[in-house]
């Protein structure tokens, strides 16, 4: 897990709230059965609504993941509520710098070259 580009030691957890500027890294335990399913990020401030920020229609906010197999039609499922991620549980794992953390190569290594 990640926040704001520090990796923590893992929470499990079902909803993380992201408010402005924050950005987290989550793995996805993908564990339901063969389905479709929403991903929202709903707002978390703001006025919806002809006077408000059109950004911040939920309707906007969302993904779909599906699952191989899965028909291509809409999911029907509905926030299952569960844990929510909780400032006080982030606890970052220590790191020398940069490229540090970890014993092993990466996963996956990208090689990017900018002009």
């Not at 906010?61 to 499922?77: H, M, N």
Request: aromatic share 6%.
């Amino acid at each position: 897990m990640e926040a704001d580009g520090i990796e923590h030691d893992p929470v499990e957890v079902q909803n993380i709230d992201v408010y402005t500027a924050q950005r987290y890294s989550a793995i996805l335990n993908a564990n339901q059965p063969v389905d479709n399913y929403w991903i929202r990020a709903p707002p978390t401030g703001g006025a919806p609504g002809p006077g408000g920020n059109p950004n911040f229609d939920p309707d906007l906010t969302r993904a779909i993941l599906r699952y191989k197999g899965a028909p291509d039609v809409e999911p029907t499922t509905v926030n299952p509520g569960g844990p929510k991620l909780l400032d006080e549980q982030m606890h970052p794992i220590p790191s020398e710098h940069p490229g540090m953390l970890g014993s092993g190569p990466p996963d996956v290594g990208k090689n990017m070259a900018g002009a």
